[in-house]
C-alpha cells in the first residue's frame, strides 16, 4: 500500500531552481535551447553554496557546545561532538564542492574532505565501502594509525583526526573566507544585471 501523499499546499518560503533552459517563474514556457549550452555560472553555485556555509558557521557554534560538557558528560558529550563534527564537515565539504566549481580553490580544502570522507567511510552509512588504495593516501596525509577503523578526538578549541589538529579558529578563519568569495561573486553578478531582487552588503 502507497501511504504517500501529493500535495498542492503551498509553503510560505522555499527554493526552486529549474533545470537548464526553463524559466522557473513560468514552467510553462518553451525551453530555450540557447540557454542550456550555458555554462554553469557562480553566481548560481554561490547561492547553493550558502545554506551549507551558514550551516557549517552553526555546526561549528554546536560543536564548540557539545565539547564544553565533555567533562561532565565525558561518554554522551564525546557522541554527540561526533554527531556535530561530522555533519560540521559534510557542511565543509558541500561549501568545498561548490567552491571548487565557482574557480575559487583554498589551502584547507583537501584537508575538509579528508575528515568528511574520513567519518563517513569509518563509521557513518559508507561504513568500508571504500577503495583501500584511496582510504591509504588519504589516511598518509591525516597521519591515521593503519591498525584503527577511526581515530577522532575532541576539545572544546579543537578536533584531532590522527595526527592531524584541526582548531576551530582555522574552520571559522575558512568560513569567513568562503563567504568573502559568496559576496563578492553576488556583488558583481548583481552589477551585471544577472541577479535581481537582493541586496549584496560586503564587509569593508
Sequence with gaps: MNMKKLTSRKMSH??????KGFNVTDLDKERSVK???????????????L??????????????F?????KARPT???????HEASTLFEDLNTVVIYMRKSGKDHKDHQLWMDIRNHIRH????????????????????????PKLQISIGFDIDAIKVGATLVEVSRIK????????????????AKEDGSIEGIRVIKKP
Design 14 to 19: 522555499g527554493i526552486k531552481i529549474s533545470h
Design 35 to 49: 540557454a542550456v549550452s550555458k555554462t554553469v555560472l557562480p553566481h548560481l553555485l554561490s547561492g547553493l553554496a
Design 51 to 64: 545554506p551549507y556555509l551558514l550551516g557549517a558557521k552553526t555546526q561549528a557554534e554546536r560543536y564548540v
Design 66 to 70: 557539545a565539547a564544553s560538557q565533555l
Design 76 to 82: 554522551m558529550a564525546t557522541m554527540s561532538c561526533l
Design 122 to 145: 569509518a563509521v557513518r552509512e559508507e561504513f568500508d565501502k571504500e577503495n583501500d588504495s584511496v582510504k591509504n593516501e588519504r589516511a598518509q596525509r591525516l597521519g591515521l594509525d
Design 173 to 188: 578563519k575558512y568560513l569567513a573566507w568562503a563567504e568573502g568569495v559568496i559576496v563578492d561573486i553576488l556583488a558583481k
